[in-house]
């Protein structure tokens, strides 16, 4: 029992990272129709914002403000990847609308420079991000079994992305012009929105919660130029599974694919576990092609 209940855990941190790196995709992808081939690269910018804020940190403040660090980080993260995200879309992204094998291999040159940008800055090799000290131990839940405090922060920290997501897109009056804009571009320009503003926007906020998603993924290790590319395919087959356009789709693709994986990992090893995953996937799409929750998506034009 307890084996299983520290799986299931595991498995729930797991889909936490995968939902957070979907989350971005769901919106370039499955609203937007972009194939972004660079979202990992918006991962490895955020995971990079983190180190150079904990280097900050060192170096200026006091050893007492250390731990205050990665909070000011997550923001910082989000920030950096925003303005990448924003730069992309008006200088290449908005060319590309509605030609998605060309924007598959434009945005994958463009990650492809984005890590050899990363590798002359802070060089080939790994670096180690030190997680705060009130982030280090565990929570005892039951006799030999210990829940680590990071993985427990990576989990509230995807609900409280998730919430703000839901608020913004469903609550807000920025979101109901996303929405409208995906949904119908020529009825939402004619009741005099900006379709281009909106769709720059909108592709940086989730080239951001890509940057937050690396941000976390400091906590589980070392951080390089190809941080990205290691999570990529399976947050695609996160959105697939869930069907594109919709945050329920997102969440239950995300924890489908990372519990079942652990799982699978557990009774046999990595590499055949994520084979049994991906085979699971495909023998899913063949009955629902449309994923687990579709919606109805523009044309980009």
């Known amino acids: 029992m307890e084996v299983q209940l520290l799986q299931l855990f595991n498995g729930i941190s797991v889909s936490s990272i995968l939902l957070l790196i979907a989350l971005g ?17 918006f991962i490895m910018i955020g995971a990079y914002a983190t180190y150079v804020t904990q280097q900050i940190f060192s170096a200026i403040f006091p050893a007492s403000f250390f731990g205050y660090y990665f909070i000011i980080s997550i923001p910082i993260a989000f920030l950096i990847a925003f303005i990448f995200g924003y730069v992309l879309e008006i200088s290449l992204i ?13 945005t994958w040159g463009v990650g492809l ?54 608020l913004f897109i469903y609550r807000s009056n920025a979101g109901r012009r996303m929405r409208a804009v995906m949904q119908n571009r020529e009825m939402a320009a004619c009741l005099g929105v900006s379709t281009r503003r909106v769709d720059s926007v909108t592709f940086a906020i989730g080239s951001g919660i890509a940057g937050i998603a690396g941000c976390a993924i400091t906590l589980l290790g070392s951080i390089g130029p190809s941080l990205g590319t290691y999570y990529i395919i399976d947050a695609f087959m996160v959105v697939v599974l869930g069907g594109v356009g919709k ?52 044309s980009l034009d």
């Open 247 to 298: 945050l329920i789709g997102s969440v239950v693709g995300a924890f489908g694919i990372g519990i079942t994986g652990t799982f699978f990992e557990y009774w046999t090893n990595a590499s055949i576990g994520k084979v049994l995953v991906f085979i699971v996937i495909i023998a899913f799409l063949q009955w629902k092609p449309k994923g687990l929750v579709a919606m109805r998506t523009r």
């Open 113 to 166: 420079v984005l890590q050899q940008l990363a590798r002359s800055i802070f060089g080939a090799p790994n670096v180690a991000v030190a997680s705060p000290e009130w982030l280090n131990g565990g929570l005892e839940v039951m006799s030999g079994i210990v829940f680590p405090y990071k993985r427990i922060f990576i989990i509230a920290l995807v609900v409280v992305v998730l919430a703000a997501m839901y």
């Open 25 to 41: 995709l769901a919106i370039t992808f499955g609203l937007m129709n972009v194939i972004n081939m660079a979202h990992g690269e």
């Open 94 to 106: 908005r060319f590309l609308y509605g030609r998605p094998l060309d924007s598959l291999l434009a």
